[in-house]
Structure formats: structure tokens, C-alpha cells
């Protein structure tokens, strides 16, 4: 089942690693069809260099295990609050990734500093508020996603393709899982530029509403040139 998306999945787990997102098994990517409202998730706890097509387990959208020997990522409620969430998006990423923690950790959004930014993030990196005693002891992952959708009111996801958890980490989509993980990669990189910027210079201003605009757009406006067309 799936077979196609297991492998994609699978490929895309392996360049956590490759990509320095991940240390050990700190990370994991789903990928969905949506035609037949499933998706294929990493299962918990296995390791990189051990992983294969074969172990990716398959969901459903209302969280049952539907194919796999294995038990799926602790993240999967998640992955599964976003899928239902976002229509748009058809993969997601989970890192712990050194820079992107550490704003998490100070509960600071990402800001828009400059023009790699503002080609992949229309605006700020959205940090979430932490959650609460009961959404934890409720269930954890699942109200994880839910307060990353809460954070979502009045974005739209496929401009900003990430964000932060409160004290926790981050979380990237795409339309596919190998740009959810693209995006993860940019989301870590801004993260690094706006930690050197802070150290250079604390108050440094955002960039201009104009530079935003124009490198935002001109990979992602309807009359986008960047690139060789389709």
C-alpha cells in the first residue's frame, strides 16, 4: 500500500540527517495522499542508518495505524492536526535543529531580517504560545497542533511554510515531503542569519515591507520569474 510515498517518505527522512536537522533519531517527515486520505509517517525511535521503505507506517485521518509492523512517531497526532488543518499542504516536518530551538526556547518569533527570508517566508516565523497544563496531560501532540493552528489564524500556511513550538521546536510543510524539508532546511538557515544579526547588532530593524514584497513575490506572485518556467 502506498508503496510510491513509502519510498518518498523514507528518502526524505534520510536527508534529516544529511541536511544537519537532526541528532540521533530527533526528527521525523510524513508525507499524505489525499486522495485516499492517508499518509505514511517514520516510526518512533528508529534510526537513520537503519531505515528503510518498509518501516514507514501508514495513518489514517482519524489516527489509526493502518499498515506497519512498527509503532509510528510520537508526533504523528501532530502531523495529523496539520494535515486536517491545511489542505494545502501534502508533507511535514518535525526537527529539533540547533537555531530554530533556540528562538523557540526564548519564545521569540522568527523575524524577517533579510532577503533569504522573505524568498521562502512571507513575514515573521510565528512562535506559539506554550501550552497548558491540561493540553498536555489531554494529550500532548495532538494539542500541539492545535495551538500551532491557533497561531495560524489570519496566516495563510503556504506563505508561511513553518513555525516554532513554544519551548519545544520546529515544524515545516510543504506540497510534498521533500519540500517540507526543504522548507525545514531555509527555516533552520534564517534562523542562524537572525541569531548572528541579533549578536552583531540587537536592534536591528526588520527588512522593509518592499524587499519583502519584492523577493516573496518573484518567486511565488503570479508573475513570478524566478527560475527557468515551467
Not at 516554532?164 to 534562523?191: M, S, T
Request: proline letters at 6%; one cysteine or more.
Amino acid at each position: 500500500m502506498l508503496e510510491q510515498l513509502k519510498e518518498d517518505v523514507c528518502k526524505a527522512n534520510l536527508q534529516l540527517p544529511k541536511y544537519e536537522l537532526v541528532t540521533f533519531t530527533w526528527g521525523n517527515v510524513s508525507g499524505i495522499d489525499r486522495e485516499k486520505g492517508l499518509f505514511v509517517i517514520k516510526p518512533s525511535g528508529v534510526s537513520y542508518e537503519e531505515l528503510k521503505p518498509e518501516h514507514m507506517v501508514v495513518m489514517d485521518l482519524e489516527g489509526n495505524k493502518v499498515e506497519g509492523d512498527l509503532n509510528p512517531s510520537t508526533d504523528t497526532a501532530t502531523h495529523l492536526e496539520l494535515y486536517k488543518a491545511f489542505p494545502e499542504i501534502g508533507g511535514v516536518v518535525h526537527t529539533h535543529s540547533t537555531f530554530a530551538v533556540g528562538w523557540a526556547q526564548a519564545g521569540c518569533d522568527i523575524p524577517l531580517k533579510g532577503t533569504t527570508h522573505a524568498d521562502y517566508f512571507y513575514g515573521d516565523i510565528p512562535c506559539t504560545r506554550n501550552l497548558t497544563p491540561e493540553e498536555v496531560e489531554e494529550g500532548y501532540e495532538k494539542n500541539t497542533g492545535k495551538v500551532i493552528i491557533e497561531a495560524f489564524e489570519g496566516l495563510d500556511p503556504v506563505y508561511v511554510p513553518g513555525v516554532i513550538c513554544r519551548n519545544h521546536g520546529p515544524f515545516a510543510w510543504g506540497k510534498d515531503c521533500f519540500q517540507a524539508v526543504y522548507h525545514a532546511k531555509v527555516l533552520e538557515e534564517v534562523a542562524k542569519m537572525d541569531f548572528i544579526t541579533k549578536l552583531i547588532k540587537a536592534d536591528a530593524p526588520n527588512a522593509p515591507d518592499h524587499i519583502k514584497e519584492k523577493h516573496f513575490q518573484r518567486k511565488h506572485g503570479p508573475n513570478a520569474y524566478y527560475g527557468q518556467g515551467k
